[in-house]
């Protein structure tokens, strides 16, 4: 018998929102940041994308059970980035309407008030292949008008395939006709209004705002078969 | 030409103020540390240090030795961010050539191929071409489907280095080289990429064994050879050992406050790499 949906928690939903997002990709490299993408990429794989790669984060690709499938040193993924055969989920320290997104330094760049990470990959993954972004903590300090460091780039500025936004508290993607940002769906228990409150830009709302899908019994298993510490509630209380 | 085996003062003592540095292995991982600490025991300043960062980067900024940083990032894997470089850049201390990891790879294999540049899409559209305005762009003078008036890309310049810092497992009296883990990183690309290559190894050996795809470096791509048992510490070296958490732990925790540095600086760095081994053995 399967876990209760009921059950369910917000992390879970989270967990569940970031698998969708590799739905229909095939045999490319999945490149999730983070604990709960990394859980929505294995189950995924687990149930409808069969075919995604996957690293142990150094330099194999690992099949579901952890073992050895293929070599995947940097300078591979370098390639497999510009042969355009990667979907990553990057995490945004800010991003912005058309999807820029900052993950480099917070203030101005030549003498900060934040360092962060660096541009890492992002500016190379944006322009080369699909992208998905996740946002633990929904909030007016990440979702601005203008980032201050454009590392990945937006639709505005080139990128082809820019696909979902998920975060704590909603499911948005650009399917609008200018590409800006769209509420695609709000995880049960969270308002438009919510979303709205915590986002620093004006944001593009349908008429009907779906709620984003709760994970099946099924899932809810294999999640809690593959994060048995719950490192996903630390990251989505 | 032949290859010398040196000690890593005598390395240190071939480098020069004011020369770009290329530093291999990638974050917290196989990085020719042992090299970087007798930098840090030497007089040289006004570095500019080409690497994927971490504590390489971090102590020569700590340092105050690396006047400019050529990188896509500085972190410490298992800690985020590398916390000198995040003082270094928020107190205006050290200048920084900011890149996309992909683009400093081209750059690094534009320099070992001699080439002045090579094309790549990463950068574009990005902050990047604006925090580094000599930066070019080059368009193909093959039309395609997509772009009938050829595609616009980022002419990456060679990222040329006076001199290149690698570690390796093994190595051999010649200057051949070895690597037994899973990722070769950019060490034959930074070798190739600059006028006068180093490499220290754990263990220089009699003959190497083993598949020949983890014969790395070649003797052509190096000047000189060192001998450095546990030379990546703190930073992983698999499979002779891991990354030691705990210390690099010890290491960020210091670097976040500027006692607890000079106190970490006379326990640790202000002696020779010996007693250096012995203090971290404690």
């Known amino acids: ?82 042969a355009g055969r990667r979907h990553v ?31 890492r990959g992002a500016p190379g993954n944006t322009v080369n292949h699909a992208v998905s972004y996740w946002v633990p903590r929904h909030s007016r300090r990440v979702f601005v008008e203008q980032v201050d460091m454009v590392c990945g780039v937006g639709h505005d500025r080139g990128a082809p395939d820019l696909r979902v936004v998920v975060s704590n508290l909603a499911v948005l993607d650009f399917q609008t006709p200018d590409h800006a940002m769209r509420l695609r769906s709000v995880h049960p228990g969270v308002e438009v209004a919510d979303v709205l409150a915590a986002t620093g830009f004006v944001l593009v709302v349908p008429d009907d705002v779906a709620v984003s899908r709760v994970p099946s019994g099924a899932e809810l298993d294999l999640i809690r078969q593959l994060d048995p510490d719950r490192a996903r509630d630390k990251e989505v209380p | 030409m032949t290859v010398s085996v040196l000690t890593p003062d005598e390395v240190v003592g071939e480098l020069g103020d004011g020369m770009t540095i290329g530093i291999g292995g990638w974050g917290s991982r196989r990085k020719p540390m042992a090299l970087v600490r007798a930098i840090l025991r030497s007089p040289l300043r006004d570095l500019t240090v080409v690497s994927y960062a971490g504590p390489d980067v971090g102590l020569l900024i700590a340092s105050g030795q690396a006047r400019r940083v050529v990188t896509g990032f500085a972190s410490l894997d298992s800690i985020a961010l590398e916390p000198h470089f995040r003082n270094g850049r928020q107190r205006g201390t050290v200048e920084l050539t900011e890149l996309d990891e992909g683009m400093l790879h081209w750059g690094l294999l534009a320099a070992a191929h001699r080439l002045p540049f090579l094309p790549i899409r990463a950068g574009l559209g990005s902050d990047v071409m604006r925090v580094n305005p000599d930066l070019r762009t080059v368009r193909s003078p093959y039309p395609d489907a997509g772009h009938p008036g050829g595609e616009e890309l980022v002419a990456m310049p060679a990222l040329r280095l006076d001199a290149a810092l690698v570690h390796l497992n093994r190595a051999d009296a010649a200057g051949n080289g070895q690597y037994l883990g899973p990722d070769p990183y950019f060490d034959d690309l930074f070798c190739l990429a600059a006028e006068r290559a180093y490499m220290s190894s754990e263990r220089i050996v009699p003959a190497l064994t083993g598949p020949p795809q983890s014969l790395l470096i070649n003797r052509a791509m190096v000047q000189a050879v060192t001998e450095t048992p546990n030379g990546a510490h703190f930073t992983s070296c698999v499979p002779d050992y891991g990354r030691d958490e705990e210390f690099q732990r010890r290491y960020a925790t210091a670097a976040a406050d500027p006692d607890d540095w000079r106190r970490f600086r006379s326990e640790y760095l202000d002696g020779d790499e010996a007693a250096y081994q012995k203090a971290v053995r404690r």
């Open chain 1, 1 to 82: 018998m399967s876990t209760p949906v009921e059950t369910a928690t917000r992390a879970e939903v989270c967990v569940a929102a970031c698998a969708q997002a590799w739905r229909g990709d095939g045999a490319i490299l999945a490149s999730p940041m983070g604990v709960i993408p990394a859980l929505g990429a294995r189950l995924a794989r687990r149930t409808f994308a069969p075919d995604l790669l996957m690293t142990d984060g150094e330099a194999y690709l690992v099949d579901e059970a952890g073992d050895v499938e293929g070599w995947l040193p940097y300078r591979q993924v370098f390639t497999m980035v510009a």
């Open chain 1, 89 to 119: 989920m990057m995490g945004a320290a800010q991003i912005d309407r058309f999807g820029n997104q900052n993950i480099s330094c917070i203030g101005d760049w030549a003498r900060p008030k934040a360092q962060l990470l660096g541009v």
